[in-house]
């Protein structure tokens, strides 16, 4: 069974400063994809970026980048000049295919505070 | 914005009573998915729908049916609402291509008393 581990359950950054969240995943797939998605106070889930499992290259969006290590099976997101806006929770994800679809499987998340 | 809307956004029922929650997309997407969202757990997947009328079991199925008439229509049952079934609930599509990420409706809260 597909897993995602996100060990920092809350975090706190200094706006403007970098925050790395954390995000490990087990799967015996070849293929995958994997996703952070940001859900502030209001409930709505955004999504922030994706990594396919062949790419070769680090998922960038913006602020966002996703530090991928394919063979430690991690996938930090890293989001640069933090604002007081990016105060939210992460979750993590991965896609694993399914017989007739995609299913995402979540971590836990991590809850980020930025502070003034 | 993927044109998800879900309905009701808040419901308080009691236990043993039916519930439906439905989602509505009007972009046509193929796969539409139920998730319930709780503390400490993130989003688990409760069915999922591949087209009208093909529908399968996520992780978290057990108290829960779906359907499927329409494209743009995915119905969440509760046959007889207990406590355990008091979360958020999400629906989601997710989109063709080689990512397939997802996008989310608003959620629904809904509490069993």
């Not at chain 2, 309905?7 to 308080?12: D, E, I, T």
């Not at chain 2, 079991?57 to 049916?65: A, H, L, N, P």
Request: aromatic share 12%; charged share 20%; with cysteine.
């Amino acid at each position: 069974a597909q897993k995602i581990t996100q060990t920092q359950p809350g975090m706190f950054v200094q706006e403007k400063e970098a925050v790395t969240l954390d995000c490990t995943y087990d799967t015996s797939d070849q293929s995958y994809g994997l996703f952070w998605y940001k859900q502030p106070s209001s409930g709505e889930m955004i999504f922030l970026i994706y990594q396919g499992s062949y790419d070769e290259q680090n998922a960038t969006e913006g602020r966002y980048s996703l530090n991928f290590q394919k063979a430690r099976k991690s996938a930090n997101l890293v989001i640069s000049a933090s604002q007081l806006g990016d105060s939210a929770m992460y979750f993590c994800a991965m896609r694993e295919v399914l017989s007739y679809g995609q299913n995402f499987v979540f971590g836990p998340g991590t809850r980020l505070s930025v502070l003034p | 914005d993927a044109g998800i809307t879900q309905s009701p956004r808040h419901k308080v029922t009691e236990t043993g009573t039916p519930v439906t929650l439905r989602c509505h997309q009007t972009e046509n997407h193929r796969y539409m998915y139920w998730y319930r969202q709780d503390p400490g757990h993130g989003l688990r997947l409760i069915h999922y729908s591949y087209g009208v009328k093909d529908t399968d079991k996520g992780e978290v199925s057990d108290g829960y049916s779906v359907s499927r008439s329409k494209t743009e229509d995915f119905l969440l049952t509760l046959e007889s609402a207990t406590s355990s079934q008091t979360s958020v609930y999400f629906c989601a599509i997710s989109l063709s291509g080689a990512r397939y990420e997802q996008y989310f409706g608003p959620g629904t809260r809904l509490t069993v008393t």
